[in-house]
């Protein structure tokens, strides 16, 4: 049984389908907090008012930051042209206007929603599927044990790295946030893409799929609207509904001491990298399901979204 939680993120089409995910399964989930990323914090803000009501819900929806806490060139460089890219975040899939306003709040304000459902409901789980920057921003203002820890979707580890030399979009967005959740004192784990990039379908598997309800039809949409316009493989992947699984499976979070490269000209500015216990650097813990495990997950999203082969 999860604890409640909170999810951050900048909805964006995995982003749609792990709340979808939250809402059909019934988890604790508390409030979204909208962030800029996958395209702009209007868009996010008005995918996620759409998508909730479809997953029958009526989460509340504050929103954050419109852009990182201070400029870089991963955000020129990546994110804008990612944003110009994105339509309107959902694949240009169209849900109809639930009629729903969001909640502006400023970084002070969130963190004191926080600590009253703290007092509430007990420390609440925090997790991340776009940038960090909505976090480091209330980091001064939220009160000790009101968050039981953070789960961020984030980090090319080892071999990806090797792969692709470059940050994953979330630490791209604002490598400087990501460090101040480094710095924090609260307990941290980490979804790398080494994690999600193995758990997917490809667009021959997905017109394989079927449901017949409002979110299987909206969710097999995406997925194929993704594949056929805004992914070369074609492949969608479930990067985000993944995150929600890491605190499921205990025994696969691996106890990790990471250091991050925070220096702009450095080759390797925004890289996570895992370094030995003699070495400077912040213990955190990595989920690494094996297959079965990722194969569970993957068919655990299916099903609870309404889809079978």
């Not at 979110?215 to 609207?225: D, G, H, N």
């Not at 929600?244 to 025994?251: E, G, N, Q, R, T």
């Given at each position: ?32 907090f909208?962030?800029y ?19 029958g ?40 206007d ?9 970084a ?32 001064p ?13 984030a ?7 090797a ?107 925004g ?39």
């Amino acid at each position: 049984m999860l604890s409640p939680f909170i999810l951050d993120c900048d909805t964006g089409r995995d982003d749609a389908l792990a709340i979808l995910y939250a809402l059909k399964k019934e988890l604790p989930m508390q409030a979204v907090f909208a962030s800029y990323g996958n395209t702009t914090l209007n868009n996010v803000v008005d995918n996620c008012l759409r998508v909730i009501p479809l997953g029958g819900g009526k989460t509340p929806v504050f929103i954050g930051e419109e852009h990182p806490l201070s400029s870089h060139p991963l955000y020129e460089d990546v994110v804008l042209p990612r944003q110009e890219q994105a339509g309107n975040g959902l694949c240009n899939v169209l849900l109809p206007d639930s009629g729903r306003a969001g909640t502006p709040l400023t970084a002070v304000e969130r963190a004191a929603w926080i600590d009253e459902k703290a007092r509430r409901v007990g420390p609440v789980d925090y997790y991340i599927t776009g940038p960090a920057t909505n976090f480091a921003a209330m980091l001064p203002h939220l009160a000790s044990g009101s968050i039981r820890r953070v789960v961020m979707m984030a980090g090319r580890l080892g071999n990806q790295w090797a792969k692709m030399p470059t940050p994953d979009f979330n630490i791209a967005c604002d490598p400087p946030a990501f460090q101040m959740l480094l710095e924090s004192s609260f307990e941290i784990v980490l979804v790398p893409v080494n994690t999600t990039y193995l758990i997917h379908l490809s667009l021959p598997e997905i017109n394989e799929l079927e449901g017949l309800d409002d979110v299987a039809r909206f969710s097999k949409e995406l997925m194929i609207a993704h594949c056929r316009s805004f992914s070369p493989e074609p492949v969608f992947y479930f990067h985000d509904p993944s995150v929600l699984f890491a605190l499921k499976y205990p025994a696969s979070l691996l106890s990790t001491k990471v250091s991050f490269d925070a220096n702009l000209k450095s080759p390797s500015f925004g890289r996570i990298m895992e370094v030995g216990e003699s070495e400077a650097g912040r213990c955190v813990y990595v989920f690494e399901p094996d297959d079965p495990e990722r194969a569970a997950i993957l068919a655990d999203i299916l099903v609870t979204i309404g889809l079978s082969s």
